[in-house]
């Protein structure tokens, strides 16, 4: 009798045990799970930081791209502005000639009659040496 209380005390204690192994165990998969999910959100947190690098990384150098077309374009805008400032350097004192030429003459009023009226002989000047040419290979 003794033996089968004994017996029955340790069996109880097996069970109290083995429930408390079991809780226990179900605590560690629990854990384990979580551990699990959070492990799985790091990953694409780190994946999706990556791709977000990489993009940045892409638009960095298009835009580096398009600062040095930028820069070559202002550099040959800069050599065109200075070439065009020389042009008109040069070209100041047939101004001043015209300005001359315009005050000097009851005909002209303006500079650009001037021109209009240089255009209309160079022109006529043109025609007359075509007509001459023709003469000079008909004869």
Partial sequence: EAQKEKYANEEQAFRKKEEQIRSRDMQLQHQLIKFNK???DNEGKRRRAEMRAGEESNQI????????DIERELEESRRMHREL???????LRYEAYLELVKESSDEYSEIQDILTRYRTL???NSDLRAIQSALDAQA
């Fill in 85 to 91: 400032q020389h042009e008109v350097g040069k070209n």
């Fill in 122 to 124: 160079e022109a006529a």
């Fill in 38 to 40: 959070f492990l799985q």
């Fill in 61 to 68: 150098k298009i835009k580096e791209g398009e600062i040095d």
